[in-house]
């Protein structure tokens, strides 16, 4: 009988050498494909090749278990402490490379996370959407206000010179000589203008910010 145990304690010592040798440097094939990630309370399923799209990104070094040391859940599954709410864009955006995001779903969050798993292309993504948005937000159409002036022709030149600023010339329209002052004829002018009014995001109408009144 102690011979049989040697055996066995050898056979042993033999599997647990393989596995060290394994860890170090699985040969391609070896690993396994599935990886089950626990975030926060919640089980993700996903396969390596998904979480290593994005070579610098913390999940990526996680499942090829270089140099982070993570805990497991009894399952096996990879513990890491964060949202689970946010992790489901973050995955899926690693499989297909786009960013889906449920409406009630904040950007910031989103954007918290893809900063911690360190997913470059996704924060970019989401940093221009966030500006996108903040332009549209702010950027109201503006409104535009017609104005009409009579003038005489001798007024046109000083008129369009002094017009005050953000205040712009559209169309003149001749209307003739309607009125006689004394023995000149004096050709009357229709000048239309127009100007911009933007709506600030407070509601209350506001010359652009550029063109401030000296």
Not at 2 to 21: H, K
Not at 65 to 92: C, H, K, M, V
Not at 169 to 191: A, K, M, P, R
Request: hydrophobic share 30%; glycine share 8%; proline share 4%.
């Amino acid at each position: 009988g102690v011979r049989m145990r040697m055996e066995g304690r050898e056979e042993m010592q033999g599997a647990v050498g393989l596995r060290c040798t394994w860890d170090i440097a699985p040969p391609a094939g070896t690993q396994a494909k599935w990886v089950r990630l626990n975030v926060g309370g919640t089980v993700f399923l996903t396969t390596r090749q998904t979480l290593c799209r994005e070579q610098k990104s913390f999940l990526c070094r996680l499942c090829q278990g270089e140099e982070l040391q993570s805990d497991r859940d009894e399952t096996g599954a990879y513990l890491i402490d964060r949202d689970p709410t946010y992790f489901g864009p973050i995955l899926n955006f690693l499989r297909h490379g786009k960013l889906v995001l449920d409406k009630d779903m904040a950007e910031e969050g989103i954007l918290e996370e893809a900063e911690f798993y360190n997913i470059g292309p996704l924060i970019r993504i989401i940093k221009d959407r966030m500006e996108e948005k903040d332009y549209t937000v702010t950027q109201v159409p503006p409104k535009h206000v017609y104005r009409v002036l009579q003038c005489q022709e001798e007024e046109l030149t000083q008129m369009v010179s002094t017009m005050s600023d953000g205040w712009r010339f559209e169309q003149l329209v001749n209307i003739g000589s309607s009125y006689n002052y004394g023995n000149e004829d004096q050709t009357e002018f229709l000048c239309v203008v127009s100007k911009e009014l933007y709506n600030s995001p407070s509601g209350l109408s506001s010359e652009p910010s550029h063109k401030a009144k000296v």
